[in-house]
């Protein structure tokens, strides 16, 4: 089982920059995808971005192509998430999840199986 921690949240300007860290423990971290998720209020949680462990492919949301960049630190057992050119209707609650890599990096929250508790992103305009 691996344990998810995010960081990196706060409130920016928009128009500027946050990167967001999971940092995630367990004996197996390596056999797992992580995912990238947001939850706005009053809306549905909704994928941002997978990255593979083993090998570091990656698949984003359309709309967050160019904007945003999944990356990992083996060393560090660490999943980042960086976002530039933030928007106000970037203002979210973010989650880091993970799931057992097998098949495709998959968008669907319900493919996800651990999932940490989220870390506020506030864009001001």
């Known amino acids: 089982q691996v344990q998810l921690v995010e960081s990196g949240g706060g409130l920016v300007q928009a128009g500027g920059s946050l990167r967001l860290s999971c940092a995630a423990s367990g004996p197996t971290v390596t056999y797992y995808d992580v995912g990238w998720f947001r939850q706005a209020p009053g809306k549905e949680r909704e994928f941002v971005a997978a990255?593979?462990?083993?090998?570091?492919?990656?698949v984003y949301a359309d709309s967050e192509k160019g904007r945003f960049t999944i990356s990992r630190d083996i060393a560090n057992n660490t999943v980042y998430l960086q976002m530039n050119s933030l928007k106000p209707e970037d203002t979210a609650v973010y989650y880091c999840?993970?799931?057992?890599?097998?098949?495709?990096?998959?968008?669907?929250?319900?493919?996800?199986?651990?999932w940490g508790q989220g870390t506020q992103v506030t864009v001001s305009s």
């Open positions: 999840a993970a799931r057992w890599n097998i098949g495709p990096l998959f968008a669907e929250p319900a493919k996800y199986d651990y």
């Open positions: 990255i593979r462990w083993s090998g570091g492919s990656t």
